[in-house]
């Protein structure tokens, strides 16, 4: 059974730090093209960063390029976003997906065409 499970989400102050987990289990992540979105209150969701299969560059939203991090572990079959200086305007909920098409395509921190998804996990930055 495919699944994917986010954790690490929660109430941060504004120019906080928080660490994002995505742990997948019935598949390998690493033959996959992975992705994190967001899903702010009342908006579409929309892509923050992704990783395209057997390519470890990662790509961007503008708003996360320089202040989002994200990276895979291929013994944990996990991903991870680590996101520092955290806005308001960052508060959603946060979900990793994955593609299994070599032609899915991950443009500007966008994954297109992803497959299967995580439930979520919810970001709240305020003071």
């Known amino acids: 059974q495919v699944q994917l499970v986010e954790s690490g989400g929660g109430l941060v102050q504004p120019g906080g730090s928080l660490r994002l987990s995505c742990t997948a289990s019935?598949?390998?992540?690493?033959?996959?093209?992975i992705g994190w979105f967001r899903q702010a209150p009342g908006k579409m969701r929309e892509g923050v960063s992704c990783m395209k299969i057997g390519n470890p560059d990662t790509n961007y939203a503008g708003y996360a390029k320089g202040r989002y991090t994200m990276s895979r572990d291929i013994d944990k079959n996990a991903v991870y976003l680590q996101m520092n200086g955290l806005r308001p305007e960052v508060t959603g909920i946060y979900s990793c997906?994955?593609?299994?098409?070599?032609?899915?395509?991950?443009?500007?921190?966008?994954?297109?065409?992803?497959?299967?998804w995580g439930p979520g996990t919810r970001i709240t930055v305020s003071s």
């Open positions: 997906a994955v593609a299994a098409s070599p032609a899915a395509v991950c443009i500007n921190g966008n994954l297109a065409g992803a497959q299967y």
């Open positions: 019935g598949f390998r992540l690493n033959d996959y093209s």
